[in-house]
């Protein structure tokens, strides 16, 4: 299995319970002032108009460069979900504006994708800088449109920033190789080429992260896109493509288009020209994204729904494996791909930790993400509590207890209460699909080899977590585990530096590190006869039948530029 194997702690979620890590760059002075102070009123309406007022809150799509409405004139509602209030109206767009996008970013690859890498890297460093500088507004944004508390929102700011930044260094790094060829008067290179414009299709439950995720390795490889964020959530990428264009990067090379989806995603894929789509989203909308793209056979790149169990042994450290749980289930209030889906205890410990588990779960401070100590915002809608409501009835029926929680929150709204739930088998459907929400189930096992089963018996496969102290249990189990991610010891695995995504049904592809940047690369072979270097240098003054300037191979064939 070509799992990635974290142990250590990449502290970018701030939780309360847990400290953030935030990046090791100092901002240049000119780009540290923020307009907000954190003595201001952080009412959800007070935040909002200040946002406004400052430039932050955009209602338009992006093509080319330009503020667009949509060509009918068409507007969609951007609420809050902690509050119901509506944020702002924004354009609701569909194939024609997504059409116009599409030929803005192939106009903009021409000269986009021919700068140097050392100019692109300037320009998504410039980008990552003010991104940085403005973390505080773009997480309120964040805090407004998605509900996540607002530390939290600032912490996914610093993550989605961190591929930017890793990216604009590894844009000087689109290595090729020489092969050594069958005969020794030929040259084989492998070059590494832009693959062209990207569709990139994101979700809501990470407005900025999803999309840096996808944006900075494209536009480092020399490609632009064409971004369709969730509608529920536009505004953080809205305004994360205002910075871009402050950044450097020319217009076209970044469009923003949101409304109707399934049109936008049919231009999308229906057009030539783009030749990638990358999804994060749910697994039913990736596997029609897939299909669709068949008929212009375009890249595909998959990062969809989980199933994550944390397994958790009679011999783990307790604290660690209770605060491990807590992080992996309750960050973004249960709403993300890697959050834990399952949670499997060995039998010895089953009652103890779920006491203490419950315990822990009981300070879970729920609120307005703009409240103080709140940990635990609103689900994103109405169709989200329904979900969980549905899940927790149907395990309850059949025999399931709730230890804590399993209802909606006294908050009202789509506020829910962090819950507990025991004696949850494997063929209840909350231990078949994602809950996406602050729902823990509890599952019973009783040897290491029953836990692995109860674990891969999913289509998922996208992130696992195992606590115990035995090193030999943790690698033995961490290889037997169908996962592409696995945390050991472990609950916050995501990171820039290595490569995120999922094996089975979770997705294809991989997203972060080195790897992420293959994801927006063609290989292409070039076979050079070297008896047609020498030939130049005699022949035309000029040029030769390959193209190649004679000047420049008098000086040295082996070191042409091609
Ligand atoms: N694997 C990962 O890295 C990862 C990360 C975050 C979220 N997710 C998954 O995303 C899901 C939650 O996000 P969601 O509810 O926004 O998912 P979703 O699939 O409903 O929507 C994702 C995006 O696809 C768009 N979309 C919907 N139908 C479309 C269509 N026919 N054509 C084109 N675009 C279309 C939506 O508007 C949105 O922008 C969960 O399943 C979660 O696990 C996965
Ligand atoms: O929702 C899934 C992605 C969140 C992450 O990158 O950890």
């Given at each position: 299995?070509?799992?990635t194997?974290?142990?250590?702690?990449?502290?970018?979620f701030?939780?309360?319970?847990?400290?953030?890590?935030?990046?090791?760059h100092?901002?240049?002075?000119?780009?540290?002032?923020?307009?907000?102070?954190?003595?201001?009123?952080?009412?959800a309406?007070?935040?909002?108009?200040?946002?406004?007022?400052?430039?932050?809150?955009?209602?338009?799509?992006f093509?080319?460069?330009?503020?667009?409405?949509?060509?009918?004139g068409?507007?969609?509602?951007?609420?809050?979900?902690?509050?119901g209030e509506?944020?702002?109206?924004?354009?609701?767009?569909?194939?024609?504006?997504?059409?116009?996008?599409?030929?803005?970013?192939?106009?903009?690859f021409?000269?986009?994708?021919?700068?140097?890498?050392?100019?692109?890297?300037k320009?998504?460093?410039k980008?990552?800088?003010?991104?940085?500088?403005?973390?505080?507004?773009?997480?309120?944004?964040?805090?407004?449109?998605q509900?996540?508390?607002?530390?939290?929102?600032?912490g996914?700011?610093?993550?989605g920033?961190?591929?930017?930044?890793?990216?604009?260094e590894?844009?000087?790094?689109?290595?090729?190789?020489?092969i050594?060829?069958?005969?020794?008067?030929?040259r084989?290179?492998?070059?590494?080429?832009?693959v062209?414009?990207?569709?990139?299709?994101?979700?809501?439950?990470?407005?900025?992260a999803?999309i840096?995720r996808?944006?900075a390795?494209?536009?480092?490889?020399g490609?632009t896109?064409?971004?369709?964020?969730?509608?529920?959530?536009?505004?953080t990428?809205?305004?994360?493509?205002?910075?871009?264009?402050?950044?450097?990067?020319p217009?076209?090379?970044?469009?923003?288009?949101?409304?109707?989806?399934?049109?936008?995603?049919?231009?999308?894929?229906?057009?030539?020209?783009?030749?990638k789509?990358?999804?994060?989203?749910?697994?039913?909308?990736?596997?029609?994204?897939m299909?669709?793209?068949?008929?212009?056979?375009?890249?595909v790149?998959?990062?969809?729904?989980?199933?994550?169990?944390?397994?958790?042994?009679d011999?783990?450290?307790?604290?660690?494996a209770?605060k491990?749980?807590?992080?992996?289930?309750?960050?973004?209030?249960?709403?993300?791909?890697?959050?834990?889906?399952?949670?499997?205890?060995?039998?010895?410990?089953?009652?103890?930790?779920?006491?203490?588990?419950?315990?822990?779960?009981?300070?879970?401070?729920?609120?307005?993400?703009?409240?103080?100590?709140?940990?635990q915002?609103?689900?994103?809608?109405?169709?989200?509590?329904?979900?969980?409501?549905s899940?927790?009835?149907?395990?309850?029926?059949?025999?399931?207890?709730?230890l804590?929680?399993?209802?909606?929150?006294?908050?009202?709204?789509?506020?829910?209460?962090?819950t507990?739930?025991?004696?949850?088998?494997?063929?209840?459907?909350?231990?078949?699909?994602?809950?996406?929400?602050?729902v823990?189930?509890?599952?019973?096992?009783?040897t290491?080899?029953?836990?692995?089963?109860?674990?891969?018996?999913?289509?998922?496969?996208?992130?696992?977590?195992?606590?115990?102290?035995?090193?030999?249990?943790?690698w033995?189990?961490?290889?037997?585990?169908?996962?592409?991610l696995v945390?050991?010891n472990?609950?916050l695995?995501?990171?820039?530096?290595?490569?995120?995504?999922g094996?089975?049904?979770?997705?294809?592809g991989?997203?972060?590190?080195?790897?992420?940047?293959?994801?927006?690369?063609?290989?292409?072979?070039?076979?050079?006869?070297?008896?047609?270097?020498?030939?130049?240098?005699?022949?035309?003054p000029e040029?030769?039948?390959?193209?190649?300037?004679?000047?420049e191979?008098?000086?040295?064939p082996?070191?042409i530029?091609?």
């Amino acid at each position: 299995m070509g799992w990635t194997r974290i142990g250590m702690a990449f502290h970018r979620f701030p939780l309360s319970f847990l400290s953030p890590r935030f990046s090791a760059h100092p901002l240049p002075r000119s780009l540290s002032a923020s307009v907000f102070s954190h003595q201001m009123s952080t009412d959800a309406q007070s935040v909002a108009a200040r946002l406004n007022s400052a430039g932050f809150i955009r209602n338009q799509g992006f093509i080319g460069g330009k503020w667009t409405d949509a060509y009918d004139g068409k507007t969609i509602e951007v609420t809050n979900p902690a509050t119901g209030e509506v944020i702002t109206n924004v354009s609701c767009m569909g194939g024609r504006e997504t059409n116009d996008a599409i030929a803005s970013a192939q106009d903009a690859f021409v000269s986009w994708s021919k700068q140097t890498a050392a100019e692109r890297s300037k320009c998504l460093r410039k980008w990552y800088d003010l991104i940085m500088a403005h973390k505080e507004e773009l997480g309120q944004l964040m805090t407004l449109e998605q509900g996540k508390p607002l530390k939290e929102a600032i912490g996914e700011v610093s993550y989605g920033a961190s591929f930017i930044e890793f990216y604009a260094e590894e844009a000087k790094r689109v290595y090729g190789d020489i092969i050594p060829a069958t005969l020794p008067d030929r040259r084989l290179f492998v070059l590494k080429q832009p693959v062209g414009v990207v569709g990139a299709i994101t979700p809501w439950n990470f407005p900025l992260a999803m999309i840096t995720r996808k944006v900075a390795p494209a536009l480092a490889c020399g490609c632009t896109v064409v971004v369709k964020p969730s509608e529920l959530t536009p505004l953080t990428a809205l305004a994360a493509a205002d910075l871009s264009i402050q950044a450097g990067i020319p217009p076209g090379a970044v469009n923003v288009v949101m409304g109707n989806a399934s049109d936008i995603g049919e231009a999308l894929l229906a057009s030539p020209q783009v030749r990638k789509i990358t999804f994060t989203g749910s697994t039913a909308v990736g596997k029609k994204l897939m299909a669709g793209a068949a008929s212009t056979v375009k890249k595909v790149s998959l990062e969809l729904g989980g199933n994550a169990p944390c397994i958790i042994f009679d011999d783990a450290d307790l604290d660690v494996a209770l605060k491990g749980a807590l992080a992996t289930k309750f960050r973004n209030s249960g709403q993300t791909c890697v959050c834990a889906n399952r949670i499997l205890v060995q039998e010895g410990i089953y009652d103890k930790f779920a006491n203490a588990f419950s315990n822990a779960v009981s300070s879970l401070k729920v609120g307005d993400g703009f409240g103080e100590g709140v940990v635990q915002g609103p689900l994103i809608n109405d169709a989200a509590v329904q979900k969980v409501e549905s899940l927790l009835q149907d395990a309850i029926s059949k025999g399931a207890k709730v230890l804590i929680g399993g209802k909606k929150h006294s908050l009202g709204m789509t506020f829910f209460e962090p819950t507990v739930i025991t004696d949850v088998k494997s063929e209840m459907l909350l231990s078949r699909e994602e809950v996406f929400g602050p729902v823990a189930p509890l599952l019973k096992f009783k040897t290491e080899e029953e836990a692995i089963r109860m674990a891969n018996d999913t289509n998922a496969g996208l992130a696992a977590y195992i606590f115990t102290s035995s090193i030999k249990r943790s690698w033995r189990v961490s290889e037997a585990l169908e996962y592409g991610l696995v945390g050991v010891n472990e609950g916050l695995i995501s990171t820039e530096v290595a490569p995120f995504g999922g094996v089975k049904q979770s997705g294809l592809g991989r997203e972060g590190s080195r790897y992420g940047m293959d994801e927006y690369l063609e290989l292409c072979k070039e076979k050079h006869n070297k008896a047609g270097w020498f030939a130049a240098t005699l022949s035309s003054p000029e040029h030769n039948a390959h193209g190649f300037e004679t000047d420049e191979c008098s000086k040295d064939p082996c070191s042409i530029s091609i």
